[in-house]
């Protein structure tokens, strides 16, 4: 048994070294914005186009001016604007000189604010003679980390032909918030209102896949 262990060992050495040698590196790759990021701002467009109160004549055909509108995900807010003037009752055209009625759109914002709060001892560069400096890394007893959308939007609608006022929105703001919190070096938690309350299982089969059968063969 004793001559034996030494080729055990061997073995193992030699069965550790194939599976070291078998690992492989995947790299993966991701856009420059996070998911949480865009739907934070997609979600205060949508809570701030609720508000839109621009008045719109009933039938009338609109031509949407997006030329003063700025901010990221500025697309998106368009295209939102321009749904909610639908089911306000207006018709869209692309052709300014067809229009009845132009509807100026500007942003007052459209971006996202962070702050967090610590209750501990924050990350600090501490001065070492004759070293330069250390990093003292955060010490938090209590921590919140919060990000908030904001998106803020008003228009403006005249006579396509004469320039006459005939509409001004009220200054409609929209916020969303995500908020990461921990306490106690090992309790964390996050508070969000990005996304909807989601009912029943989250992944669904396709609509076209068969039924299937649990029993026994």
């Not at 790759?29 to 997609?42: C, D, G, N, V, Y």
């Not at 901010?71 to 295209?79: C, L």
């Not at 029943?200 to 299937?212: A, E, F, K």
């Amino acid at each position: 048994m004793i001559a034996l262990r030494p080729a055990i060992s061997l073995g193992l050495a030699l069965a550790v070294t194939a599976l070291v040698a078998a690992c492989t590196t995947e790299r993966r790759t991701a856009p420059s914005r996070t998911a949480s990021e865009q739907l934070m701002l997609s979600s205060a467009v949508d809570r701030a186009v609720q508000n839109l109160s621009l008045e719109v004549p009933h039938g009338a055909l609109v031509f949407v001016d997006a030329s003063w509108f700025e901010g990221t995900d500025s697309r998106y807010a368009v295209a939102a604007i321009r749904e909610r003037l639908l089911r306000r009752g207006a018709r869209l055209t692309a052709n300014r000189e067809q229009a009845d009625m132009v509807v100026e759109i500007r942003s007052g914002a459209l971006s996202i604010d962070e702050n967090a709060l610590v209750v501990g001892i924050p990350q600090m560069d501490v001065p070492v003679p004759l070293a330069g400096t250390f990093a003292l890394p955060e010490i938090a007893l209590f921590k919140r980390d919060r990000r908030q959308g904001v998106a803020k939007f008003a228009a403006v609608g005249y006579d396509a032909r004469t320039g006459e006022l005939i509409s001004v929105s009220d200054m409609d703001v929209g916020f969303s918030e995500q908020t990461q919190w921990s306490a106690l070096f090992v309790l964390s938690w996050t508070t969000s209102d990005i996304l909807p309350a989601q009912d029943g299982p989250v992944l669904r089969p396709p609509p076209d896949s068969p039924p299937t059968d649990n029993r026994k063969q």
